[in-house]
């Protein structure tokens, strides 16, 4: 195994555990109806919607190959993965 499948496997090891973790965090925190766990559910919802910005750009560094791309593909890319966690955030506060 090459460098590169290394990579792609560690990412991909990565991109699995972050996915589970933040659907337990999401079924555990925001599913709870403790009242402990009341005041908490911005931040466990920014916390998901982070991992979910990590997880979208490690796809398209990685998965998609976009780093050696020309600087324009890669960053149009990376603010669409960076601007749809923040609109998904600016939703749920607003309303």
Partial sequence: MNNHQGLILRVYLYLIILTAASAYV???????SNAW?????DIVLASILLVTLIKGLLIVDVYMELK???ALWRNLL????TLLPIGIGLIYYLF
């Fill in 37 to 41: 766990l009341q005041g908490v559910e």
């Fill in 68 to 70: 050696p791309a020309p």
């Fill in 26 to 32: 999401g079924s555990v925190a925001l599913g709870a």
């Fill in 78 to 81: 990376r603010a669409y993965v």
